[in-house]
């Protein structure tokens, strides 16, 4: 029933009655207090979804503004539970929520300044969250990617507006990997984080590392290569390079930046299309599911 917003109300009408028909027909049933008709916007599972976009139901925010500062390993891992539900509002959730992931750890409970400033930090974040766009499928989206020494992080945007934000702390040998290793690795986390959005159809990503714009033409040399390229697989996009100084879309997500393109390539695997193709026109494979015995 989530799904009968449109921006006019005609359209909404007719959705809202071939939905009712259905209902009908199959002799289920809405329940009316949990029902909203004609509404410019609506409260849907701690967010505000309206034609503006879907923004943080404050209300709901509330319960993590006044969490007491944590005296345990317990208390740390509930609020990052709490606060964690709202990651995709706040840029570099990742990053700023790693010191208090090493208290849930094996490590022993301290809390210093650095973990306070980091609890604070979350806390004020949670208080000035964007209004992040609702995906139009007729457009293209971008992925654009950075990576830190501690961390890396990403924006889903489509024409410049975001839709989600991604960010993860750098562990263990990770915090010792090469800087094209990271920009590699927030690629792939972006893309496999929204795969919902991005599988089967074509898609840009822009990154500041110069080396990644040939992405799937470069010789696999590393192990990082090996283990990762194959997860892209599948997927229809191109990168394309802009200067350091102007890759602020994960890393200054508040304003607009203004790209520089020095490269653009277009990733494309001919030989999928090929196989696929191949397939389709061989009859042994239409009758091989056939030759399996049925699952008891």
């Known amino acids: 029933m989530n799904d009968l917003f449109r921006p006019h109300l005609h359209d909404h009408l007719h959705h809202l009655s071939t939905v009712?028909?259905?209902?009908?027909?199959?002799?289920?049933?809405?329940?009316?207090?949990k029902c909203c008709f004609?509404?410019?916007?609506?409260?849907?599972?701690?967010?505000?979804?309206?034609?503006s976009g879907v923004a943080v139901d404050f209300s709901k925010v509330q319960a993590v503004l006044d969490w007491p500062t944590p005296k345990n390993a317990k208390g740390v891992r509930g609020f990052l539970g709490l606060a964690g539900y709202y990651r995709k509002f706040i840029p570099h959730f990742g990053t700023m929520a790693a010191p208090l992931h090493k208290l849930v750890g094996n490590t022993p409970f301290t809390w210093d300044s650095v973990t306070d400033s980091a609890f604070k930090q979350l806390k004020r974040s949670l208080t000035n969250t964007p209004t992040l766009g609702l995906p139009d499928w007729s457009k293209s989206f971008t992925v654009e990617c950075d990576a830190s020494g501690v961390g890396i992080g990403a924006?889903?945007?489509?024409?410049?507006?975001?839709?989600a934000y991604y960010s993860?702390?750098?562990?263990?040998?990770?915090?010792?990997?090469?800087t094209y290793e990271k920009e590699m690795l927030a690629i792939v986390k972006a893309v496999r984080k929204w795969r919902s959005y991005l599988l089967g159809r074509p898609f840009v990503v822009k990154t500041d590392h110069i080396s990644l714009k040939y992405l799937l033409e470069q010789r696999v040399s590393t192990p990082a290569q090996a283990r990762w390229l194959p997860k892209l697989m599948g997927y229809d996009f191109r990168v394309e390079y802009k200067k350091g100084v102007t890759n602020r879309?994960?890393?200054?997500?508040s304003r607009q930046p203004e790209f520089s393109f020095l490269a653009v390539s277009h990733v494309t695997a001919g030989w999928w299309v090929e196989l696929q193709q191949e397939v389709q026109r061989d009859t042994y494979y239409h009758d091989l599911p056939g030759c399996f015995p049925p699952k008891l």
Do not use: C
């Open 20 to 33: 009712l028909e259905v209902l009908a027909t199959n002799k289920l049933f809405a329940k009316l207090s």
């Open 38 to 51: 004609g509404v410019s916007k609506v409260n849907y599972l701690g967010h505000v979804i309206s034609s």
């Open 155 to 163: 924006i889903l945007t489509q024409q410049g507006r975001p839709i």
């Open 168 to 178: 993860a702390p750098l562990k263990g040998s990770m915090l010792a990997w090469s």
């Open 249 to 253: 879309g994960a890393d200054a997500l």
